[in-house]
């Protein structure tokens, strides 16, 4: 089955599998597993691994910036939707978070007034900025100009008057690109990273934004949303984002936001999921694109059906399967010792929710 993509540049490539058996496997591996760590695993192990003092590399930062300006014009929306978007956030999961490495914005901050970022804020920004930029993509690709020198000015002045920390706390693309970053294996033990994930305001619209506009995304390619045609694009990617979020706070009112880190093995296992195809199909038209070569043909090698369809359920369920993990050790610091077990019940089902719900938009997109 071939899905178009709502932004406009390029196809996913998907051949579903038999559903009714993978949501069966999946529901099975999600309790096995919430049974055996249940059983086995009585005692929180993960203790937090704060990340280490992020290093200047303000010369590449200057280079990135040097090099805007010769991106060709039609090569634009390959470099934002695909080399950035999908790009950077597959590249924090396996090296840690790349945007705030490469991130030209902030070396505003370097002139900075260093006023004190509110700490009611929290990620709210980032969220707002993430859903904005998700309307752009899924619903609105013309406004793209309009939305990078939007950003780019807001980066530049949140940097001149709150320094560095705005971009830590308040940049969508930043924040996503640290918080998927915990996940890195080359940087330690990603389950010691994710419980060392501050919960801050705003945490989980991050976490809503970024599962529930990919979910849109899904849904969007569905003979279902396209019967209900009447219904503006971004009130469904809004549904969409206020579902998952509605989920978390229904299952997890009684830990708050604590539990929101766990579910970025959950976002990083949808990213990898639902943007395989087009990030080896299309990103090697958008690296011809930069180098001016507009008649480039892709190479599909990568992107066949049976690849494609088993990329999707591994990374969905290797995903999930980390997230328990990650969500049991830490229940076992915020529960009671009498409700250690059932206590995660709520999770566990919001879980298989999410499990179930996202393999059956990849294969019915």
């Given at each position: 089955?071939?899905?178009?993509?709502a932004?406009?540049v390029?196809?996913?490539?998907?051949?579903p599998?038999?559903?009714?058996?993978?949501l069966q496997g999946?529901?099975?591996?999600?309790?096995?597993?919430?049974?055996?760590?249940?059983?086995?695993?009585?005692?929180?192990?993960f203790t937090?691994?704060?990340?280490?003092?992020?290093?200047?590399?303000?010369?590449?930062?200057?280079?990135v910036?040097?090099?805007?300006?010769?991106?060709p014009?039609?090569?634009?929306p390959?470099l934002?939707f695909?080399?950035?978007?999908v790009?950077?956030?597959?590249?924090?999961v396996l090296?840690?978070?790349?945007?705030?490495?490469?991130?030209?914005?902030?070396?505003?901050?370097?002139?900075?007034?260093?006023r004190?970022y509110?700490?009611?804020?929290?990620?709210w920004?980032?969220?707002?900025?993430?859903?904005?930029f998700?309307w752009?993509?899924?619903v609105?690709p013309?406004a793209?100009p309009w939305?990078l020198?939007?950003y780019?000015?807001?980066?530049?002045?949140g940097g001149?008057?709150?320094?560095?920390?705005?971009f830590e706390?308040?940049?969508?693309?930043?924040v996503?690109?640290?918080?998927?970053?915990?996940?890195?294996?080359v940087?330690?033990?990603p389950?010691?990273?994710?419980?060392a994930?501050?919960?801050?305001?705003?945490?989980?619209a991050v976490?809503?934004?970024?599962?529930?506009?990919t979910a849109?995304?899904?849904?969007g390619?569905?003979?279902a949303?396209a019967?209900?045609?009447?219904?503006?694009?971004?009130?469904?990617?809004?549904?969409?984002?206020g579902?998952?979020a509605g989920?978390?706070?229904?299952a997890?009112r009684?830990?708050?936001g604590a539990?929101?880190?766990?579910?970025?093995?959950?976002?990083?296992?949808?990213?990898v999921?639902?943007?395989?195809?087009?990030?080896v199909?299309?990103?090697?038209?958008?690296v011809?694109l930069?180098?001016?070569?507009?008649?480039?043909?892709?190479?599909t090698?990568?992107a066949?059906?049976v690849?494609?369809?088993?990329?999707?359920v591994?990374?969905?369920?290797?995903?999930?399967?980390?997230?328990?993990v990650a969500?049991?050790?830490?229940s076992?610091?915020?529960?009671?010792?009498?409700?250690?077990?059932t206590g995660?019940?709520?999770?566990?089902?919001?879980?298989?929710?999410?499990t179930?719900?996202?393999?059956a938009?990849?294969?019915?997109?």
């Open positions: 089955m071939t899905a178009v993509l932004h406009g390029g196809e996913r490539h998907d051949l599998l038999p559903l009714d058996l993978v999946a529901a099975v591996a999600l309790l096995a597993s919430f049974l055996a760590l249940g059983v086995l695993w009585r005692q929180p192990r937090p691994r704060p990340a280490g003092p992020p290093r200047e590399w303000w010369p590449l930062r200057v280079l910036l040097l090099a805007l300006p010769f991106v014009a039609n090569a634009w390959h934002v695909v080399l950035f978007w790009g950077v956030a597959v590249a924090s090296f840690g978070p790349v945007w705030r490495v490469v991130n030209p914005l902030r070396l505003a901050a370097r002139w900075s007034l260093s004190p509110p700490e009611r804020l929290g990620h920004p980032a969220a707002a900025g993430l859903l904005v998700t752009v993509e899924l609105e013309g793209l939305f020198v939007g780019a000015v807001l980066g530049v002045a001149v008057v709150f320094g560095p920390v705005w706390r308040a940049d969508g693309f930043e996503y690109s640290t918080l998927l970053g915990a996940l890195s294996p940087r330690g033990n389950f010691r990273a994710l419980a994930v501050p919960v801050r305001p705003g945490l989980v976490a809503a934004v970024c599962l529930g506009s849109f995304d899904s849904i390619s569905t003979p949303w019967r209900l045609s009447p219904v503006p694009q971004w009130v469904g990617l809004v549904a969409a984002v579902l998952v989920g978390y706070l229904l997890c009684a830990f708050g539990l929101a880190p766990t579910l970025l093995p959950i976002i990083a296992g949808y990213v999921a639902h943007y395989y195809s087009l990030l199909v299309e990103g090697q038209r958008a011809a930069l180098l001016g070569r507009t008649d480039h043909v892709p190479d090698t990568l066949g059906p690849t494609v369809a088993c990329v999707q591994v990374a969905v369920l290797a995903g999930h399967l980390v997230a328990v969500a049991h050790d830490r076992l610091r915020l529960l009671p010792p009498e409700r250690h077990l995660q019940v709520p999770l566990l089902l919001l879980m298989v929710g999410y179930a719900g996202g393999l938009l990849l294969f019915a997109g």
